[in-house]
């Protein structure tokens, strides 16, 4: 196997606007199996790092060095947020998850994480299944979200942080978390933006869905009643609640002038394509639930499950992820600031003491 050539230049990498305080970044091929990858490692104050894998058909190396620096830094601070003894990580492979994507490939990123001798620990995120974390499990231990390593997809643990997270913030906005008769644009049907349409729906919420994946879409519509948008106007529907639910970046000066929603809370990472953007939320009067806090239900599920011992404790701390928002909410506004700020403060007073510790 050898180091993954690319057209990113080192000097790049290292002046790269996301590169920040990361410890490690490896890039990884094998021709072989096709596998290009891109393993980022945050921070590991307070544990190894873990976070996801993602498969996507990114345009160039560039787009995917960006990608796995901004959410392995999105993994610090949802780890320390959660209360988990975490750093966070990232990895991401550069291949079409519907085409590309093999048990071999997966195999093959296995090997590489096992060369980072437990430094970084993988888990499931877009473009992943379930069976993909067993294949990489055969070449690594450092790997979770396995049946081996306790409660298998995280997924419907994410789903259920959002679906607390939305009554949380739809508590703050309208004054009660009863989200019967709300209408919620809901943007991704994946496994986790699916789920979360699911609780909506059985809460009384009237969807709007939107997904590049067709099937997904026509599944919704005759399971949920709901109806269907272009996943590009999904932000500009009249809806009570935007849910984004798919890739991050989505919250920038190219849509948010067009939300007419009053609450911004979804499970997509990295929603905020630059800091400015979460100021516009606010200056336009949109609540904003900060993205690393809201769908840490699956890392909770990765973390703290173990083999047999059942779901209570994941669900509880997950559970909790609407009193951790409105924790964050009553904050920002006490202090005049945003969610986003609230959320990245306290996560640092933990790593903070984390360093000095």
């Not at 093999?102 to 980072?116: D, I, K, P």
């Not at 959002?162 to 508590?171: P, R």
């Amino acid at each position: 196997m050898n180091a993954l050539h690319t057209s990113i230049h080192h000097s790049a990498v290292f002046d790269h606007p996301e590169m920040g305080s990361h410890e490690d970044i490896v890039f990884v091929q094998d021709r072989k199996t096709g596998l290009r990858a891109i393993i980022a490692v945050h921070d590991t104050t307070l544990g190894p790092a873990l976070g996801g894998c993602r498969v996507w058909p990114y345009e160039n190396p560039s787009d995917a060095l960006t990608d796995a620096l901004r959410l392995s830094r999105g993994m610090t601070y949802k780890n320390s947020l959660a209360g988990l003894d975490l750093g966070g990580g990232k990895a991401v492979i550069i291949a079409d998850p519907r085409k590309d994507k093999t048990a071999e490939m997966m195999e093959a990123f296995g090997r590489h994480v096992e060369r980072l001798s437990g430094t970084y620990i993988t888990a499931e995120d877009v473009g992943v299944s379930p069976e993909d974390m067993e294949a990489v499990a055969r070449q690594t231990a450092h790997v979770r979200g396995t049946q081996a390593t306790g409660l298998g997809d995280p997924s419907p643990y994410t789903a259920l942080g959002v679906f607390e997270g939305i009554k949380a913030s739809a508590k703050h906005v309208f004054g009660s978390s009863d989200l019967d008769g709300k209408t919620v644009s809901v943007q991704g049907l994946g496994h986790v933006g699916y789920d979360v349409a699911g609780r909506l729906h059985e809460a009384g919420a009237k969807l709007i869905v939107s997904d590049i994946h067709a099937p997904a879409v026509l599944r919704a519509i005759e399971t949920f009643g709901a109806t269907a948008v272009d996943p590009g106007e999904a932000h500009m529907v009249d809806a009570d609640i935007f849910a984004p639910c798919a890739l991050g970046a989505g919250l920038n000066a190219r849509t948010i002038p067009h939300i007419q929603a009053k609450v911004v809370a979804g499970a997509a990472n990295n929603q905020l394509q630059t800091p400015a953007d979460g100021e516009a939320l606010k200056k336009r009067g949109i609540l904003y639930a900060p993205d690393y806090a809201i769908n840490a239900g699956g890392v909770i599920s990765i973390a703290l499950a173990t083999p047999g011992g059942g779901d209570k404790l994941v669900r509880e701390k997950t559970l909790a992820i609407g009193d951790t928002l409105s924790t964050i909410f009553e904050r920002a506004d006490r202090e005049g600031t945003t969610p986003e700020h609230v959320a990245d403060a306290m996560a640092e007073e933990r790593l903070a003491k984390g360093k000095t510790a």
